[in-house]
């Protein structure tokens, strides 16, 4: 056995160009699979943890998926806000450990704008992680329009720490009016999360609403609430107070109680509200994707068996150019089932070569992508030994490996029933 082995070894060194070619085409089959598959597990858990640190995202009543989509994501538009009057309500709940407002309808040439206290910074995190600053600070609750930018705005757009901002009302669109008189000075940017915070303004609930009860900036800018005067009249705190929020972000006490929150929150007195579990949303929101999902695997596997059937082919087309190899070992002694017992092994070896060199490609390409495809998607890609999916990925490839080899290694063992060493059945 051992001298057919290194005889086997010796042949496919012999042909190391094509032999190469063929475990690299493999490789980058079995790479592709790997990765849409890592991709997949990995989108849904980064998805599914697009919003963490906060138990509950409270709305006005209607659908848990849209609540999330506009509070989080900034898609579509609420129907209809919720009475600042919630807020207090909510924090009074003994199993509500903080509430934060958010208000949404404003945007920045494109990027919403998102009004909220400075306290969101603390609590709001993105993939288990907490933000960060990578320039300046929070904005200051007691001084009017001070602005922190997402790290994907601040980028896009070039902005720097003192830059001033002037947000537009509603959207942007053509007829939208934008707020010239009352331009925010920029105080801080993120890092980078991944989340839809990379793409928001962030300002203070009291600048916001100055916004809307049109203030102009002249005097106001950088003075602290109650040391300035409209109309030569100094206005209360009060006149700052939101009466409406389009969604409150809630930290509970202890996460068991979740259910008994979301119940007594949407049992509170007044307008109808409800009281949304992001992950749970989430997950919701990804079956509803599913599709695409599996549509993604189906074109991975696709091009995996095109790869296998290149080597078929590969394998085939050679065993034109081995027939006299193959008559030279059957008159060494080789039987026909020794002779397709070679090259099965052979093309079993080669398979697991390009398995092995893919995963090992897979997990390169990964590992130098992670921090773009986190920055750039909020993908945060796992590294490391291969999964219970991985492995079980895998082992349907080495399957096809099986199958595939026993195409050229049956027709070697045709071709050495009919070969012999006579010159004529060589061409």
Not at 10 to 25: D, F, H, K, P, Q
Not at 224 to 249: C, I, M, N, W
Not at 305 to 330: K, N, Q
């Amino acid at each position: 056995m051992t001298i057919w082995f290194k005889l086997a070894i010796l042949s496919a060194w012999s042909r190391r160009l094509a032999v190469g070619l063929v475990v690299a085409s493999l490789g980058l089959a079995c790479a592709l699979v790997l990765t849409v598959q890592q991709l997949r597990t990995d989108s849904r858990l980064s998805f599914s943890q697009a919003v963490s640190g906060v138990d509950l995202i409270v709305g006005p009543r209607g659908s848990a998926t849209e609540i999330l989509l506009y509070s989080v994501f900034q898609l579509g538009r609420p129907t209809a806000n919720m009475s600042a009057k919630v807020l207090p309500a909510l924090r009074d709940l003994p199993m509500v450990s903080w509430a934060l407002p958010i208000q949404l309808g404003d945007s920045y040439q494109g990027f919403p704008v998102w009004g909220t206290e400075a306290e969101f910074f603390q609590r709001f995190q993105v993939h288990g992680q907490a933000l960060t600053f990578e320039e300046g600070q929070a904005f200051d609750p007691n001084v009017l329009y001070q602005v922190v930018l997402g790290a994907e705005v601040a980028r896009r757009l070039n902005h720097r720490l003192g830059d001033s901002l002037v947000v537009t009302h509603g959207s942007g669109q053509a007829l939208d009016k934008s707020h010239d008189d009352s331009p925010f000075t920029l105080v801080g940017i993120l890092q980078p999360t991944g989340g839809s915070v990379d793409r928001a303004v962030v300002v203070s609930v009291a600048s916001y609403e100055a916004l809307h009860h049109g203030w102009g900036v002249g005097e106001f800018q950088g003075l602290r609430l109650g040391s300035f005067s409209v109309a030569g009249q100094k206005p209360s705190l009060d006149d700052l107070q939101p009466r409406e929020y389009t969604a409150v972000f809630v930290g509970l006490e202890s996460r068991a109680q979740v259910f008994a929150a979301r119940r007594a929150i949407e049992q509170l007195p007044g307008a109808p509200l409800t009281a949304v579990l992001p992950g749970v949303a989430l997950d919701d929101l990804w079956r509803s994707l599913s599709l695409v999902e599996d549509t993604l695997l189906i074109v991975g596997f696709a091009v995996a068996a095109t790869g296998m059937l290149s080597v078929v082919a590969v394998m085939l087309v050679a065993l034109g150019a081995r027939r006299r190899e193959l008559s030279i070992l059957r008159a060494l002694g080789a039987s026909p089932s020794r002779i397709f017992s070679l090259l099965y092994l052979e093309a079993i070896v080669l398979g697991l070569v390009g398995l092995l060199l893919g995963f090992v490609i897979q997990q390169m390409g990964l590992y130098l992508s992670s921090q773009w495809l986190r920055e750039s998607f909020g993908l945060s890609v796992s590294l490391g030994l291969p999964s219970g999916q991985t492995l079980l990925m895998l082992a349907a490839l080495f399957l096809g490996v099986l199958v595939a080899a026993f195409v050229p290694a049956l027709r070697a063992y045709r071709l050495s029933l009919a070969d012999g060493l006579n010159p004529a059945q060589l061409y």
